[in-house]
């Protein structure tokens, strides 16, 4: 059964950075895919970082050069380094595991297991 932990959310001013953690158990081939999601309030669900069992890394375009996806397979931990931060990063960041990313961002994601969330906040 998989399982998924993220902690490292937290509140931070404009500018600054935070790292988040997810610690995963029980991924198998259907889950060979692990990223982040983010949701704000009154907002959809979106992809932000993803990365496959390759260690090839995808991003959304509002992340992009800021953002670094990574992961440790021997302490099964993925991480999300997130530098200089905007008050329109707030949200609830979700770690997330499913076969691939782009069927993960654009699919109907009912194959997509998800963490509890964790909350950023960025003020300005």
């Known amino acids: 059964q998989l399982e998924l932990v993220e902690s490292g959310g937290g509140s931070v001013q404009a500018g600054g950075s935070l790292r988040l953690s997810c610690a995963f158990s029980g991924v198998s081939y259907a889950t060979q895919t692990m990223g982040w999601f983010r949701q704000a309030p009154g907002k959809e669900r979106e992809g932000v970082a993803g990365i496959d069992n390759d260690g090839n890394t995808d991003y959304s375009d509002s992340v992009k050069g800021r953002f670094i996806i990574s992961k440790d397979n021997s302490k099964k931990v993925l991480y999300l380094q997130m530098n200089s931060l905007e008050p329109e990063d707030t949200a609830i960041y979700y770690c997330?595991?499913?076969?691939?990313?782009?069927?993960?961002?654009?699919?109907?994601?009912?194959?997509?297991?998800w963490g509890q969330g964790t909350q950023v906040t960025v003020s300005s």
């Open positions: 997330a595991a499913g076969v691939s990313w782009w069927l993960m961002v654009n699919g109907k994601r009912e194959h997509v297991y």
